[in-house]
């Protein structure tokens, strides 16, 4: 709990597929109908030179990165969405919701070779520094949810096409993670009805924000 004026930040994180932005865009809704100011937003991505990123980086073929560089880019896109969107929006008392943050780099990058999470994580202390109040994590099986992703058609598909042993072993990764930082993770089975879905996640959303507001100084 810290003074007025601070908002709170909430990420949803999970396999593709696995309906992170239908689940955040209801939790916006139903947030704003409550009668909250909400920014709904998304990585990479989330500000206008993060999103320039976003497309070098999510199109063309999936060798055309090495995850090193993944790394910067990914945590160069999330610096300027944390400068631009996040914080003035924490600032001025707003909820923030983003579809990722740094757990899908702790993942899908970090996870790519040995010694990479500890780059991951030096970068994030260096660059980023904060962290989500509340982090959904949306749970569901990888075939379910590669097959999901597939049946939206698009440019965007460098991850896509990893398949479902990747998704498998993220599936088991995010659900690690959600231990490891379990103070503020929830994991969601999402291998149900949106609205059951949502139903469960406005509820924990909404006793969540009664209890605490984002604790952040101005970072690194
Ligand atoms: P993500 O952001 O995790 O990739 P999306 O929210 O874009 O997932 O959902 C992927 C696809 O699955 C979309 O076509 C969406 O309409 C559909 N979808 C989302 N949630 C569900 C659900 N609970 N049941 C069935 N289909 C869903
Ligand atoms: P996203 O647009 O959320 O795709 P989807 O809606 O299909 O889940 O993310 C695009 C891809 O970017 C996704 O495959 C995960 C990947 N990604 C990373 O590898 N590292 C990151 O730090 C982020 C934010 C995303």
């Known amino acids: 709990m810290t003074g007025a004026g601070r908002g709170s930040f909430i990420s949803f994180e999970g396999i593709d597929g696995s309906g992170k932005s ?4 209801l939790l916006a809704e139903t947030l704003r109908a409550a009668g909250r100011d909400v920014v709904l937003t998304r990585e990479p ?74 780059t991951v994580d030096s970068l994030h202390a260096l660059m980023i520094g904060t962290e989500p109040d509340l982090t959904f994590v949306v749970d569901m099986d990888p075939a379910i949810g590669l097959a999901r992703a597939l049946s939206r058609k698009g440019t965007e598909e460098r991850f896509e096409s990893f398949g479902e042993e990747l998704q498998a072993r993220m599936r088991q990764g ?21 609205e059951a879905v949502a139903a469960d996640i406005a509820a924990l959303a909404q006793t969540r924000l009664a209890q605490n507001h984002h604790a952040e100084g101005p970072g690194p």
């Open 22 to 25: 239908t689940q955040a865009r």
């Open 174 to 194: 995010f659900l690690d993670l959600a231990k490891e930082y379990a103070g503020r993770c929830v994991v969601i089975d999402g291998a149900r009805p949106v």
């Open 45 to 118: 991505g989330g500000s206008p030179g993060a999103e320039e990123i976003r497309r070098l980086v999510l199109e063309g073929h999936k060798d055309r990165w090495s995850a090193e560089t993944e790394i910067l880019l990914f945590t160069a896109a999330r610096r300027d969405h944390l400068e631009k969107t996040i914080r003035p929006a924490l600032a001025a008392g707003k909820i923030v919701i983003t579809d990722r943050f740094a757990d899908s780099t702790r993942l899908y990058q970090g996870a790519r070779a040995e010694g990479l999470r500890e």
